[in-house]
């Protein structure tokens, strides 16, 4: 074969760019069902921190703009901290409307961590504006909106609203328990965000719960049961 005759191979970033606007057109699929239902405001609603022990739970909700797709939208989970960042960047940047809301530690104890989730949910949503057609919820029930909200389970995964809420409750949880590992260093929370690893255990072991630990946590506090 001749060099005149050889194919012409596109560039690997022309693939990439045309395979990541396929990925986002599959993940927008719900999203696009529910536009031809006559849905015109579609939210996605998700939060971050529940399994935590310490800081509050953070939810975000978002209505994106299904004529400009953002580039790297996923489960905030498959993402690195860097790539969360530039994507909340422009999330926030091309979005129709988002909000974010964070329920405290003290509130989490008393009305425990799913109605603490609602209300994180709900408040997030209430703040929308305009006022979304629809809402659809990471896995959680949420009613006494004047619009449907669905529930999905692992919506992150599922559909691109949601998934683009998840970035925005990550990034700003994550920068929330970096302002708390600045005022209570000795628990580590700017690495770990107040999950249950081995550094944050052996740190409340040491020094006991901070006033933003959760206390009704079986591993912040052992139940008396646990040590017979």
Excluded: W
Excluded at 30 to 43: D, P, V
Excluded at 50 to 59: D, E, I, K
Excluded at 116 to 142: I, S, Y
Aim: hydrophobic share 45%; glycine share 8%.
């Amino acid at each position: 074969m001749t060099r005149a005759a050889q194919p012409v191979q596109p560039a690997r970033a022309m693939i990439e760019l045309f395979v990541e606007a396929y990925r986002l057109h599959l993940l927008r699929g719900l999203e696009e069902r529910l536009a031809r239902c006559g849905y015109g405001l579609i939210a996605g609603v998700d939060e971050v921190g529940r399994g935590s022990l310490a800081g509050p739970v953070v939810a975000a909700a978002v209505v994106l703009d299904g004529r400009c797709l953002v580039p790297g939208v996923d489960d905030s989970k498959c993402l690195t901290a860097p790539e969360r960042e530039r994507a909340a960047e422009a999330i926030r940047s091309h979005a129709v409307a988002f909000a974010v809301a964070a329920i405290p530690p003290d509130v989490i104890d008393r009305v425990n961590i799913l109605e603490a989730t609602r209300l994180a949910m709900g408040e997030a949503l209430t703040r929308l504006r305009p006022a979304p057609d629809c809402a659809v919820v990471d896995a959680v029930r949420l009613s006494g909106f004047r619009f449907p909200c669905i529930p999905l389970v692992r919506g992150d995964c599922f559909s691109y609203a949601v998934a683009a809420a998840s970035i925005l409750a990550k990034v700003e949880r994550d920068r929330m328990m970096v302002e708390l590992g600045r005022e209570y260093p000795q628990y580590g929370f700017a690495a770990h965000k107040g999950y249950g690893v081995a550094e944050h255990l052996e740190a409340l072991a040491a020094y006991g719960p901070s006033p933003v630990h959760r206390l009704t946590y079986k591993p912040v506090l052992p139940r008396e049961e646990a040590r017979c």
